[in-house]
């Protein structure tokens, strides 16, 4: 949950980690969370209010997350939204999720707007998107399984890692050495699609041959398999549409490796590289705000009270 004055200045952004409570059972258990989501939103959006020293009436417009994602919690979320919206009587917003983690490098670096590559790497999603100005998205690669942050955290029950396993593997791989094993780079020369569950077989094909791997080398050696993928696309696309910033958004875009292997390539090409704080880049309210509000203030777009939530929702919706 959280509040914004005019869509840019972050009152208040406050996070419910259910990390904890997925960590059991090695990923997200929907029921599990939507329950969880019913407990907790009321509480948090109180909570939210009175660290933004604000009231229910100052609340000029309410956005909500109503897709990609998982039925249930965007179902609870949906709803929430619009007993506000009903009960205020203020206009009420749809937001796409991934749109959304696009806004967090507006909150982050106003300075720095479009025409940018936006990379958009997650545990759900791994996207290239260019960006002519906010409100125009054109999907120009995406992965064909899964997700780069899937590949971690599923390499990461291969090695009895917990969940999430990303933080935990880069935390790892600092100390490692990358090029310990050679690791494929699933279509690092072919277009700009990806794909990660090549890696994680291949992984998994050598943890069997090798039982007791030096921890930190294969975490490290993994990792930039990874990054490789990811920097190699993103810098490709961005030399096709002449494109001279590149944005990374989403849980991946913390990733340490990452974020230094990405900077030195692209400093090396003359293409800047932003990426948000830490706590912007995974899911946030504050993101999901700043999109709903240029949404209704710039776009002139605003949802009924019969908005559905949609866990398919296109990228670009």
């Known amino acids: 949950m959280a509040v914004l004055r005019h869509g840019r200045h972050v009152l208040a952004s406050l996070v419910y980690s259910q990390t904890q409570l997925h960590a059991a059972f090695g990923g997200v258990v929907p029921e599990v969370a939507s329950r969880d989501h019913l407990r907790k939103l009321p509480i948090l959006a109180e909570q939210a209010l009175h660290q933004a020293n604000v009231r229910w009436p100052d609340i000029g417009v309410v956005a909500v997350t109503r897709g990609p994602g998982l039925a249930g919690p965007l179902l609870v979320g949906v709803s929430y939204a619009k007993g506000v919206a009903w009960t205020r009587q203020i206009p009420l917003v749809g937001v796409n999720h991934l ?17 940018l ?12 998107v260019s960006v002519p100005t906010w409100g125009d998205y054109r999907m120009i690669g995406t992965t064909r399984d899964d997700a780069a942050g899937e590949a971690l955290d599923k390499f990461g029950r291969l090695i009895g890692l917990g969940y999430p396993a990303g933080p935990e593997i880069d935390r790892l791989a ?36 090798h ?46 490796r990452l974020r230094a292997v990405l900077s030195s390539r692209a400093e090396e090409r003359g293409v800047e590289v932003c990426f948000p704080p830490p706590e912007l880049c995974t899911d ?24 559905r939530p949609d866990p398919s929702l296109s990228w670009d919706t």
């Not at 277009?191 to 569950?197: V, Y």
């Open 99 to 115: 749109e959304a983690h696009l806004f967090a490098h507006q909150l982050a670096h106003p300075d720095a707007p479009p025409p």
């Open 117 to 128: 590559l936006g990379l958009i790497v997650s545990g759900g999603h791994t996207s290239l």
């Open 211 to 256: 039982p007791r791997p030096p921890l930190k080398d294969l975490c490290a050696s993994y990792l930039e398999a990874v990054v490789d993928v990811l920097c190699e696309k993103a810098l490709r696309a961005a030399r096709r549409l002449e494109m001279t910033r590149i944005v990374v958004v989403g849980g991946v875009a913390a990733n340490v």
């Open 284 to 307: 946030n309210a504050a993101m999901v705000a700043a999109c709903g509000y240029d949404r209704f203030a710039e776009r002139g777009e605003r949802d009924t009270l019969r908005l």
């Open 174 to 209: 600092a100390d490692g050495d990358p090029s310990a094993i050679r690791f494929p780079r699933p279509m690092v020369e072919s277009g700009l699609d990806m794909s990660f569950a090549g890696l994680k077989t291949s992984a998994s094909y050598w943890l069997k041959e």
